[in-house]
Each structure stands twice: as structure tokens, then as C-alpha cells.
């Protein structure tokens, strides 16, 4: 199993609402490091999911459930991918990113190197780590 992250605003796909539809297309990405993440996914792998812009802060967890398929949203001509994810729960506590920068474990994250990527893969240990923070 592999672990990743997901970057969204909180004004465009809050986590309430993602746990409230229970799973959502992830669509949209047009950058082709991020784009090679998601169809790296794999079903039943974990996703932490990460408010940017205001927040930023990792505010829960979320799960693959359908890997790689062309990304409905794409325009005509392009290769995008979308994966189906499924929300998990919510975190007690948001784990911030100045949390994540004060901590050396978490210095090589691609979070804290690429802060434009919006998916991304993180270590089992380090994904456990955030988890736990955020109990």
C-alpha cells in the first residue's frame, strides 16, 4: 500500500463536504508530476487530504477507491487522469504546515520542497507521524 497527499482550498471542496458525499472524482490536476502520482495510486491506498490557501493544515484522511481513468474535466486532445477517492474520517486536530516545518522528520517531505504539487506521495512513517499528530 502507498500513501499520498491532496491538496484543495477549503472555499472550493472543504473536507465536511467530501465526508458528507462520502467520495468525489478527483479531477482538475493539470500539472504532469502530479498527474503521474495519481495514476500511480492504487486501490485501498491512504490519501491525506490537505486544506491550502488559508488554512494549511492536513484536516483528514481518505482512501483510493478507483485507480486512474481519463479525467472527465479534460479538454479534447489532452491526457489528464482522475482517481475516485472516498473519504475516511477527520482528523481530531488539523496538523499545520508549520507544525510539519518545525518538525525535522518532515523536512524532506515533497509538501514542504514542491508547495505548488498538489498530489504527492509521503512515506508509510511519515504518514503515520501526521495521523498521529492529528490525534
Known amino acids: ?38 495514476r500511480a495510486m492504487q486501490a485501498g491506498d491512504q490519501v491525506l487530504y490537505y486544506h491550502s490557501v488559508d488554512e494549511k493544515a492536513v484536516v483528514g484522511i481518505a482512501q483510493v477507491l478507483k485507480t486512474a481513468f481519463p479525467d472527465p474535466a479534460s479538454p479534447k486532445g489532452e491526457e489528464w487522469s482522475s482517481v475516485l477517492l472516498g473519504a475516511t474520517r477527520v482528523l481530531s486536530k488539523p496538523v499545520t504546515l508549520d507544525q510539519l516545518k518545525a518538525d525535522k522528520r518532515f523536512s524532506e517531505l515533497l509538501l514542504l520542497r514542491q508547495s505548488r504539487l498538489s498530489v504527492m506521495p509521503i512515506p508509510p512513517n511519515l504518514f503515520s507521524a501526521i495521523v498521529k499528530l492529528g490525534t
Do not use: C
Open 1 to 38: 500500500m502507498n500513501h499520498w497527499l491532496v491538496k484543495q482550498e477549503p472555499s472550493k471542496y472543504p473536507f465536511s463536504l467530501f465526508l458528507k458525499e462520502k467520495k468525489t472524482i478527483w479531477d482538475g490536476v493539470r500539472n504532469y508530476q502530479a498527474r503521474n502520482f495519481l
